[in-house]
Each structure stands twice: as structure tokens, then as C-alpha cells.
């Protein structure tokens, strides 16, 4: 596992320059606005899915100067749904990430006005990435905002069945929503700005969507077994909230087996790749075995 | 005024078909967000931005179709922020367009989520327009994101001034963020996709700016000056809640000369178009004679 942690320690370097350019500590009024975006965006967050992005554009030879403004991108939309997934009118979470949620520490308003923010920013950016040519930045935009509504979509049904009775159709249907599409999105974009071929392309949003489920169920038995200490946020929430989660339709341990199944699948969607795979091979370790 | 009249209307009338087919009633789960967003998006609203980008297009000979999808992504855009700044912790308002604001007809977290997807849906909209080349694409994204998050900076300065002794320099500026913005980027946005020249675009930009400006003063003014029932909001708000506006300032009658002189030096930045700008300059006149 040493090269996959020291290959996740230097993509988040890489993005966190990234956005602390796009979005630096000082600057233009308000203060407080541009404070809440930083709290969160620098929260010490693991950078995982534009870790994921760089390691799909290695994988098809891109440099990392392309990839790293749209894993910037990425990463803004991430914060931002988590910013708005924990105010009170929805998830009403006071940790994340080990320390106080942005509403706690900046108000409600401000914490929904820094969500819009880094939303908006983050299509800023990308149109304004010139690294890229049009074309790709315009295909970039266009998958981002898919994800970014399906995010949305994936919320709305997430609250809706709290409490209701679920099936395994609808949890799947709201983890490939709520997490599953930005995590699909950001393997794919990897490649996309390499040039790898269509069907190269569609085998690694294959492997994205995989690794997304794969880490949402990670997630749900974690919210159950771990510690809030570890987790970083509050523990065994989605349980007395009720939640759609795999471990309230499977149990752990049929959920840990679920796991391993896809586990396997996501590899061979990557088979492909041979040793270019690497990479992104260890990440479907590191999401296997993670403990926060 | 007739024909501007009818002008607004078929305006009207061709973004809220944009709108329809891009946000239909019936579609994927869930029905909720949906409806939410249809309920903000239908609420009446007098397309106003919309109008002016077509407006700005047709004065350089674009054709209307090539306009709308942009035009339907502006609407988008405000319409989010309507969403967003009714909510209970920002402007906490019941009323919007003649009847119940988003989070008081579907809940808050509805609300936030319904702003959240339009947002998102905006920038999507532009990227997948086919009607326009890529690089006119990525500059209406640029412009739009640019406007959006000046809105949310807007909005934050006008929270973080309530109550609090503010000056010219301060309304004005959260008047050009929160309003401003958008209407000057419709305004460019129009003269851009019709191939304007730079010269050109710089000028329907600064007229966009002082139309901004207009349109806020005399909603200042009007917030004071009519009733609810003719707004369609809560009237008497702003000045109740002590927001920073023009008319607390300047008092109504000064706040009336300055936008007189405003309305001229916006007619200004048109000149150069002659008879091309007839139906800019009557958006002028509309804007300043209008009771809502």
C-alpha cells in the first residue's frame, strides 16, 4: 500500500495548490464568505476523487497540468454538496471531516452561500482552463453538471426515504446518484483529457461507477462499525436516522461480501489496462479497506 | 410602449419553451425536486433578463434561436437565487412573484435542492447548446459563472449590512454583485453570440451595468412606495429589515433624480446603434416606469 498513499499524498498536494490559487485567503470582500469556502475546502479532506482523476489521465499518458484545474473542479463541487448536505434542513450535521460543519462554525447563510460559490466557481474554472481545448473543456462542463444534478437528485431521494421502507433498487439508485456520478465522472474525465479512445472511455466509467458503489457501501458499513473519532463525522447517524443504506437491507456482514463481489468487478473493467492499470487498481484497494 | 410590451411577451413567451422542454413536468423521479423547481421557475416571472439578451441579439442581427438556450440558462441562474435568498435565514420571505415562496410551498431542504439542480442545469444548458461554437460556449460559461458568483457575494454583503450604517460606495456595490451582474453579462451575452465586436460588446456591456443599476434603484424605491399586492413580494421589507438600499441613503425623491440621470447616461451607451437600439432604449423606459 506505501506507493498508493504516496501517490494520494502527492495528487492532493497537487490539487490543493490548485484551489488554494483558485481561491485564495486573501482577496476581495467578504472576508467571511471567502473563510466558510476555505474552511471547508481545507478541512483536510482525502482528495479522493481527484486523486482518481489523475490516476485515470496517468494511465492514458495525460500530463498532470491538464488534468489538475478539473480535479479542481471536482473537488469544488464535492465541498459544496457536503456544505448543503449538512445544514439543519437536511442532513442537520455538526462534524465533518473531524471538525465542525460550515453552518456551525459560519452561520446558515453563509454556509449555503459558499456552497453556491465554489458551484459556480467551479464552472468557472474549467471554461477557463486553458490547458484544454474547447472541445474538452465543453464535454467537462457537460459531464460535471450531469453529476452535479444527479447529486442533487440523489439527496432529494435520499431525505425523501428516511424513515420509509426501502428496497435494494432504491438504495442503489440513490448511493449511484448521491456519490456514485461524480466519482464516475471524475475516472472518466481523467481519460477523456488523455484522449483515450471511446471505448477506452466508457471501460473506465465502467470502473468509476463500480469504485463509487463500491465506496458507498464501504461507507454505510463504516457508519455502523467505526467510531466517531475515526470516521471524522458523527457515527452510526444514518442508522438512527433511519437512512437508505445497504446495511439496513443486507446487514454487515452480507454487505462486506456485496463489497467484495464489485470489488472484483471494478477490476476487470480496468483488466484492460495492464500494467498502466496500476494505479487505479491499488485505489480499489484503498477503498476496500479504508477506515474513514 | 406597445411595441416593447409585445416585445416582453414574445420573449416571454420563447424562453418559457425553452424552459419547458429542458425542465419538463413529467420525468425521472423524484417528482418533488421537480415540481419544486417548476413552482419558482412558472411562477410569472417577466423574463426580464431573457428579454434583454434578445434584445441585444437581435440589435446585431443574431438569430433568436441562437439566443434562447443561453437565455433560459440566465433564467435558471436567477431564478436559483430567488430560491436561495427567500430562505429563512437569508431574507426569510413568504411571498415571491404573487404567491408562496419555494421553501414554504415544499419545505427547506426541497428549496435549497431545487436552487442547487438549477444551478447546475444553467451551466449544463450552455455547454450542450448546439447551436453555438464551442468557444462561444466557454465564453458564456466563463460570463455566467463570473455573474453567479458575484450574485452570492452580493447577497453576502447585503446580509453582513443589515442593520449596520452603510454608505454610497457599499449599495452600490452590492447592487452591481447581486443584481448587476447578471443583467450586464444578458446584455453582453446577446451581443456576443450575434458577433459583435469587441468595441461593440464593451458598450452593451456598460449599458447592461447601468440598466442593472436602474432596475435596483427603482426597485428600492418601489419596495417603498407600493403595495404588496402590486409586487408580488412583501413590500416595506428592505427598509423594516434596515438592508442597505438607495432610498434609505438618499431618501425617494433624490433616489428618482439620480436614476433620471442613470436612465440618460444608459440611453448613452446605446447611441452608437441608431435605429438597431430601439428596443434597448425602450428596456429603459420600461424599467423606469414599471410598478413592479
Given at each position: 500500500m506505501s506507493d498508493i498513499n504516496q501517490f494520494i499524498e502527492e495528487a492532493a498536494a497537487l490539487v490543493n495548490k490548485e484551489l488554494d490559487w483558485l481561491?485564495?485567503?486573501?482577496?476581495?470582500?467578504p472576508r467571511k464568505l471567502r473563510d466558510a469556502m476555505r474552511w471547508s475546502l481545507f478541512a483536510g479532506g482525502k482528495r479522493f476523487r481527484p486523486a482518481l482523476m489523475l490516476a485515470a489521465g496517468r494511465a492514458f499518458g495525460a500530463a498532470d497540468a491538464k488534468v489538475m484545474r478539473t480535479a479542481a473542479a471536482v473537488e469544488m463541487i464535492h465541498t459544496y454538496s457536503l456544505i448543503h448536505d449538512d445544514l439543519p434542513s437536511m442532513d442537520?450535521?455538526?462534524?465533518r471531516r473531524g471538525r465542525e460543519t460550515c453552518h456551525r462554525k459560519y452561520g446558515e447563510a453563509t454556509a449555503i452561500l459558499a456552497g453556491d460559490a465554489l458551484q459556480a466557481l467551479a464552472f468557472q474554472t474549467i471554461a477557463e482552463?486553458?490547458?484544454?481545448a474547447s472541445d474538452t473543456r465543453i464535454r467537462m462542463i457537460s459531464g460535471l453538471g450531469q453529476a452535479a444534478a444527479c447529486m442533487v437528485v440523489g439527496q432529494q431521494l435520499d431525505l425523501l426515504a428516511e424513515g420509509q421502507s426501502v428496497d435494494e433498487e432504491l438504495v442503489e439508485s440513490i448511493h449511484q446518484n448521491k456519490t456514485g456520478a461524480l466519482i464516475a465522472f471524475s475516472a472518466e474525465a481523467g481519460a477523456i483529457i488523455a484522449g483515450a479512445s471511446d471505448e477506452a472511455t466508457a471501460s473506465i466509467r465502467q470502473y468509476g461507477k463500480r469504485l463509487g458503489l463500491l465506496f458507498q457501501i464501504v461507507d454505510d458499513i463504516l457508519d455502523e462499525t467505526e467510531e466517531t473519532v475515526s470516521l471524522g463525522k458523527t457515527a452510526g447517524k444514518d442508522a438512527a436516522a433511519e437512512k437508505a443504506t445497504f446495511t439496513r437491507i443486507y446487514g454487515i456482514e452480507e454487505s462486506w461480501r456485496i463489497a467484495r463481489r464489485i470489488a472484483e468487478e471494478t477490476t476487470g473493467s480496468i483488466e484492460?489496462?495492464?500494467?498502466?492499470?496500476k494505479i487505479l487498481r491499488s485505489m480499489i484497494e484503498l477503498v476496500s479497506v479504508r477506515r474513514s
Open positions: 481561491i485564495p485567503a486573501e482577496g476581495q470582500p442537520d450535521d455538526d462534524l482552463d486553458e490547458q484544454l484492460f489496462l495492464g500494467t498502466d492499470g
